[in-house]
């Protein structure tokens, strides 16, 4: 066999540009891993390729951002996987049914943990975790806002920043997303389907004194971004690290200055460029499973097949906890 399964699309746009589309298996070459693909995650990333929003190098373009399998061959100098070992990695194309990847972007799976438990909290989980220490440094008594707290991020977030000691304010659009982010131990409830003035005199009630949050985490973007500059406390971090709306506007950086906020836009990779960076906190967000602090939550494996219906239930955000391939 000298064929996989990939998806594919050949110029943006929406779900109607997926391809399921025949391509080469990679080579082993020198330093790579090739890996027989299980399950792959979906993420807003995806989308934002697919779309437009972030731009691709080529076209046509293979999908996928992570998975997890099972190593089928290691190429000359690789030390540290052999084949029949469970895998997960991170790294373009993941949707595709082999994929070769250097060493730095592959991580053991710990028994008990399963292979698309691993496929659905790599890239959230870190992302989450990075965020938590590095964006803004959760400290033990802090007290902050998660946008979208019952998606597959928010989720994370919610139970690591406990984990790390805060309170959390949680938001989301329904009494049933809500309910989800209690049980994974949200402290405090807002549904912000009732607007900004609304949703903001919530969260600032629930301060000490009214005066904000320590930080706010947000991958809403556009329909949330100016109740958060409301809600932060003097000195405040807001993180927008996603699209669900749509994009930020432009503003005025000067805006800032009313309250010495601080406005980081990360992205993961820019937190786990090097292999000591990847290892670091992919061991610590499993640790983090091990010790029953955080539950992998998946919202529905879709069959390979069906990824222009997991693309549509992302974006309609109808989901909660992850979606997954099954490769």
């Given at each position: 066999m000298s064929t996989q399964k990939a998806v594919q699309f050949s110029k943006t746009g929406g779900t109607e540009v997926l391809e399921i589309n025949q391509i080469p298996i990679p080579k082993v070459g020198p330093g790579l891993v090739l890996i027989k693909a299980a399950y792959g995650g979906v993420n807003y990333i995806d989308t934002y390729f697919r779309s437009g929003l972030y731009p691709t190098p080529s076209l046509p373009h293979t999908l996928g951002s992570e998975g997890a399998g099972i190593v089928e061959a290691v190429g000359e100098g690789v030390s540290k996987f052999k084949p029949g070992e469970r895998v997960v990695y991170y790294g373009s194309g993941c949707y595709s049914e082999y994929i070769a990847l250097p060493e730095k972007v592959i991580s053991h799976i710990p028994k008990g943990l399963e292979l698309e438990q691993a496929a659905a909290v790599l890239l959230q989980g870190l992302t989450a975790l990075t965020m938590l220490r590095e964006s803004y440094e959760v400290k033990?008594?802090?007290?902050?806002?998660?946008?979208?707290?019952?998606?597959?991020?928010?989720?994370?977030?919610?139970?690591?920043?406990?984990?790390?000691?805060?309170?959390?304010?949680?938001?989301?659009?329904?009494?049933?997303?809500?309910?989800?982010?209690?049980?994974?131990?949200?402290?405090?409830?807002?549904?912000?389907?009732?607007?900004?003035?609304?949703?903001?005199?919530?969260?600032?009630?629930?301060?000490?004194?009214?005066?904000?949050?320590?930080?706010?985490?947000?991958?809403?973007?556009?329909?949330?971004?100016?109740?958060?500059?409301?809600?932060?406390?003097?000195?405040g971090s807001l993180i927008s690290f996603g699209n669900a709306s749509g994009a930020v506007d432009p503003f005025k950086i000067n805006r800032l200055g009313d309250k010495n906020l601080k406005l980081l836009r990360p992205r993961l990779f820019g937190y786990i460029a090097t292999q000591e960076e990847f290892d670091h906190y992919t061991q610590e967000l499993f640790g983090y499973i091990e010790m029953d602090q955080l539950k992998v939550n998946i919202h529905k494996i879709y069959p390979l097949e069906d990824v222009a219906q997991a693309h549509q239930d992302l974006e309609g955000r109808v989901t909660t906890g992850k979606l997954v391939l099954k490769i």
């Open positions: 033990k008594g802090d007290t902050i806002l998660v946008h979208a707290a019952a998606g597959g991020t928010g989720l994370v977030l919610v139970q690591l920043a406990k984990a790390l000691g805060a309170t959390v304010i949680a938001t989301a659009s329904t009494d049933e997303k809500l309910k989800l982010a209690k049980e994974h131990g949200a402290d405090h409830l807002v549904n912000y389907s009732g607007g900004e003035e609304q949703w903001v005199k919530e969260v600032l009630g629930l301060t000490k004194d009214g005066e904000g949050v320590e930080a706010v985490y947000d991958g809403v973007g556009k329909a949330t971004f100016e109740g958060d500059l409301k809600v932060m406390k003097r000195k």
